[in-house]
């Protein structure tokens, strides 16, 4: 049973329940790239992650406002009895200004973070469902030349005995069978991980047999429009390119909460105000209470030196870290950017020669030594070659859809 993407969105469990429930009743999963990519961003840990830190970062800045604790005192100046007294100290009020602004700042890192492992995420599931697809496509592929040269092998045996052909001629069809054979067998095992790997982005039980909702080569002239819209899109820039990528802007926010750091440094060299009330005088003073009013002074001014120091410091490096950051988000595109360029040329070549090209050697090929015009070394041959193009096609494919993954992922598409 073929489960659509309706089903989909009415919820995992009774799918995966039936999935569950045994080899008497079990389901193909086919599974859309938009609905694995919403699955995996409900689901992965990842975002669980960047969601409890974002909490935490908003916890921290509603205790922005955080007066030290109080002194409770007790004390007799008069001689005749104990009584108690509180002191409070009470920060200039841009101290607790900074604070709110750092904790702002920590929210916008918290937040930053989210948007890179949302990226993360959705590049991860796009691989690993492009993986599937290639496994799929490559079990099509050698399905067909299994099923050809199964049955060219039946019909070497039947020259074999007639004794139209030789030994070595009938040895040779059966290594060629039973290697395509034994890729098969490969690509299945290929296809078993790469469900698994899927499954485990979609937090799908083990065993889910999942499947891609598009055969990978029917989507080649698909993508090579889509990539050539990309390229003519792009910036000439680098820096441009990447501008809107989310791992830049996550290092961004890194110096803006360093730089308030260094703010909050400066804020706490100010002095502190003190107040509180003390002990009961004697029965016959005017003031019952004798209240305390001060100023605490920032005396060991080499200790905020120091601390402003390293908050400067660490402003610096996080300045150097961003730099650095764009200078490798730009190695990385010009990479992808040209790995791009030079699947799309490939794809065009495929897409308009060589698989046009492998499938008239295919059908030719076979026509003519029916007819006994070629030999069979001739046929073995001209097989070969045309699904030696097939799977480079298939690979070419594979190959610039996961170019243009990595250059959208970059740009923070």
Do not use: C
Request: charged fraction near 15%; glycine fraction near 6%.
């Amino acid at each position: 049973m073929v489960l659509t993407k309706s089903i989909w969105g009415r919820g995992w469990a009774v799918l995966f329940w039936l999935v569950a429930a045994g080899p008497a009743v079990a389901q193909r999963l086919v599974v859309r790239l938009d609905s694995a990519e919403s699955q995996a961003l409900r689901r992965h840990p990842r975002l669980r992650q960047s969601a409890e830190e974002i909490a935490e970062q908003r916890a921290l800045k509603r205790g922005s406002f955080s007066p030290r604790n109080p002194d409770v005192l007790f004390s007799a100046p008069t001689g005749y009895q104990w009584a108690p007294g509180v002191v409070q100290t009470i920060d200039f009020p841009t101290v607790y200004r900074r604070q709110a602004q750092a904790a702002q700042a920590g929210i916008g890192l918290a937040e930053r973070g989210l948007a890179v492992n949302r990226a993360i995420v959705r590049r991860d599931v796009r691989a690993a469902y492009l993986g599937l697809q290639f496994a799929e496509a490559q079990i099509r592929q050698l399905t067909y030349q299994d099923s050809l040269f199964q049955a060219l092998q039946a019909a070497t045996e039947r020259l074999f005995a007639a004794g139209e052909i030789t030994s070595l001629q009938r040895v040779s069809t059966a290594a060629e069978a039973r290697q395509v054979r034994n890729q098969l067998d490969q690509a299945q095992v290929d296809r078993s991980a790469a469900q698994r790997r899927l499954g485990l982005l979609l937090a799908a039980p083990a065993g889910t047999d999942l499947a891609t909702d598009a055969d990978l080569r029917q989507t080649g002239p698909a993508l090579a429009q889509a990539g050539a819209s990309v390229l003519a899109a792009l910036p000439t820039p680098d820096s441009a390119a990447v501008a809107a990528s989310p791992t830049l802007a996550y290092y961004a926010q890194n110096v803006a909460l360093s730089q308030s750091g260094i703010g909050l440094v400066r804020a706490r060299r100010t002095p502190a105000l003190t107040v509180g009330y003390q002990n009961q005088g004697l029965a016959d003073s005017p003031t019952k209470y004798r209240f305390q009013f001060g100023v605490s002074v920032p005396l060991y001014f080499w200790t905020y030196r120091a601390q402003l120091q390293a908050a400067t410091a660490r402003a610096n490096a996080a300045q150097a870290q961003l730099q650095a950051q764009g200078l490798d988000l730009s190695s990385l595109y010009q990479q992808a950017l040209a790995d791009t360029r030079k699947f799309s040329a490939s794809l065009n070549y495929y897409e308009q020669t060589g698989l046009p090209q492998s499938v008239a050697i295919i059908s030719q090929s076979q026509r003519l030594f029916r007819a006994g015009e070629i030999s069979y070394l001739v046929l073995i041959q001209s097989l070969n070659q045309a699904f030696t193009i097939q799977n480079a096609y298939l690979a070419t494919i594979r190959d610039y859809r996961q170019a243009l993954t990595e250059l959208n992922y970059l740009r923070g598409q």
